[in-house]
């Protein structure tokens, strides 16, 4: 069925384009014509812009020529451009904050086997190469450049990426790309060098002895791939990345984790124990007001999140299809439901590999018997934040973040019982239509 509409949408655009070139030729020929017409002696003789009539034909075959080099080079752009399409080759994009689960949720992809090229946060150089003085980043240019590289990555060409990486890769080999290890195509076979004894390399690969990271390998090697992912928790706003999804040679497929950003608080509020310690202080009773700017940064997030999240469920012609909105809360509760549902909506199939990962690495093996203790087990190991939170920032969360809890469907606490009752579950069961196509 979708070969056949395939075979006619060649067809047709071949017709077109021979219609177009059709045109071109006619209007040489016309030319072809006037010119072969004698010149009137009255013309100048010896100005430079008239050909000598007797050379009229030499220039015409070269236009025809050029025509034809020219239909030809057309034709065999757009059946590039079908190949692509009707190869199947799927390009995802996780995108995430920090502390959502999304290294977790990344695997499912990395773990997929040989058919997929997965990228674990290159944006990070770029963030790092594009931050200011202040400590923050342009929003603008790096948006432009987040969406530059992620759209090169995904075809393959490493090269602008490259230009961010500090220091900057001599011959295209480096020693310096963050987390190397943590993107399984990138320690494969082949992309390992031979391992050079005395050369320090930061990140590299556990599974195997490599030498520095060689870009040009990287890039054959993905070149190979059915398909490509990529995570990141550095783009700010999903509609910054609309050329991706409007470019011909991709089929990007958006996958938006988010989680309660109460729980991505209190994981925070532990990374960085020194930087919020005010928070802590004021939450107990302490009297100094906690850092406005720190608020302020929060709600943007929240903000940038629900942004982002309200363009996608809203299915607007360039994402129809493109966009899945999953809670981490749920990846948690039913982690091999939801990967098949990633899988299903990605159109790639689900392999063995990434289920015996998922077995392997959380509690799915019980999830399908239905054993309620263990469905019980992770959602506690998921609300863990409850009793670490205080009360009092909850409640700046749910102030700064509330429209964000709402279009998630994560409930208001209105009391410490509340907070710390396990029996009250804080999650609304929602679905989130937007992956259907
Ligand atoms: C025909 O014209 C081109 C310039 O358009 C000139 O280079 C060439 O020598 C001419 N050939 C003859 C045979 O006059
Ligand atoms: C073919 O595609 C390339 C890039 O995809 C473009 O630069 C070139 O102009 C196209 N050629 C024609 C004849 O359309
Ligand atoms: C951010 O970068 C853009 C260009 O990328 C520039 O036009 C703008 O002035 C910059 N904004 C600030 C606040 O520096
Ligand atoms: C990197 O890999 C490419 C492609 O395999 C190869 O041609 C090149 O020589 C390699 N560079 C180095 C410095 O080994
Ligand atoms: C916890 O919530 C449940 C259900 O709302 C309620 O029955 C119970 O009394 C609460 N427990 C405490 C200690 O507040």
């Given at each position: 069925m979708r070969i056949k509409y395939t075979i006619s949408i060649v067809f047709f655009v071949a017709l077109v384009i021979i219609e177009k070139e059709n045109n071109i030729i006619s209007r040489v020929s016309d030319k072809?014509?006037?010119?072969?017409?004698?010149?009137?002696?009255?013309?100048?003789?010896?100005?430079?812009?008239?050909?000598?009539?007797?050379?009229?034909?030499?220039?015409v075959l070269s236009k025809m020529d050029s025509a034809f080099t020219l239909m030809k080079r057309r034709l065999e752009n757009y059946s590039e451009h079908l190949d692509v399409t009707t190869s199947g080759r799927k390009h995802i994009l996780l995108l995430a904050t920090t502390r959502t689960g999304s290294s977790f949720v990344g695997e499912f992809f990395n773990q997929q086997g040989d058919n997929m090229f997965y990228l674990?946060?290159?944006?990070?150089h770029v963030e790092k190469m594009l931050t200011l003085d202040t400590g923050g980043t342009n929003a603008t240019a790096s948006a432009k450049a987040y969406r530059d590289v992620l759209q090169q990555l995904f075809l393959c060409d490493f090269s602008l990426l490259e230009s961010f990486i500090d220091p900057l890769p001599v011959d295209h080999i480096t020693t310096g790309l963050f987390r190397r290890e943590s993107s399984s195509s990138l320690c494969e076979e082949s992309v390992c060098s031979p391992f050079i004894k005395g050369v320090f390399e930061r990140y590299h690969c556990k599974t195997r002895r490599c030498g520095p990271l060689n870009l040009t390998m990287a890039s054959e090697s993905c070149l190979q791939k059915e398909h490509r992912a990529i995570k990141s928790v550095r783009v700010r706003q999903l509609e910054t990345l609309r050329p991706l999804a409007e470019d011909p040679r991709l089929d990007v497929k958006f996958i938006h984790l988010v989680r309660d950003p109460r729980a991505v608080l209190a994981s925070r509020m532990v990374a960085f124990a020194a930087k919020y310690k005010n928070?802590?202080?004021?939450?107990?009773?302490?009297?100094?007001?906690?850092d406005d700017d720190e608020v302020r940064k929060l709600k943007g997030n929240c903000d940038n999140i629900r942004m982002s999240?309200?363009?996608?469920?809203?299915?607007?012609?360039w994402l129809q299809g493109r966009y899945m909105l999953v809670r981490y809360e749920d990846i948690a509760r039913f982690p091999m439901r939801k990967a098949t549902e990633m899988y299903r909506f990605t159109g790639i199939p689900f392999t063995r590999n990434v289920k015996s990962w998922i077995l392997k690495n959380t509690q799915a093996s019980k999830e399908a018997s239905g054993v309620y203790s263990t469905q019980k087990k992770s959602s506690e190991q998921v609300e863990k934040w409850r009793f670490s939170l205080p009360f009092k920032i909850a409640q700046v969360v749910q102030n700064v973040c509330g429209p964000t809890l709402k279009l998630f469907g994560y409930k208001f606490v209105t009391s410490e019982e509340m907070l710390t009752n396990k029996s009250v579950s804080l999650l609304e069961d929602k679905v989130f239509s937007s992956s259907i196509e």
């Open positions: 072809l014509t006037l010119k072969q017409t004698p010149q009137t002696p009255l013309q100048p003789s010896g100005s430079s812009h008239m050909l000598p009539k007797h050379n009229g034909s030499f220039t674990f946060e290159p944006l990070w928070w802590k202080d004021w939450a107990l009773g302490g009297s100094v007001p906690i999240a309200e363009i996608g469920l809203k299915q607007p012609s």
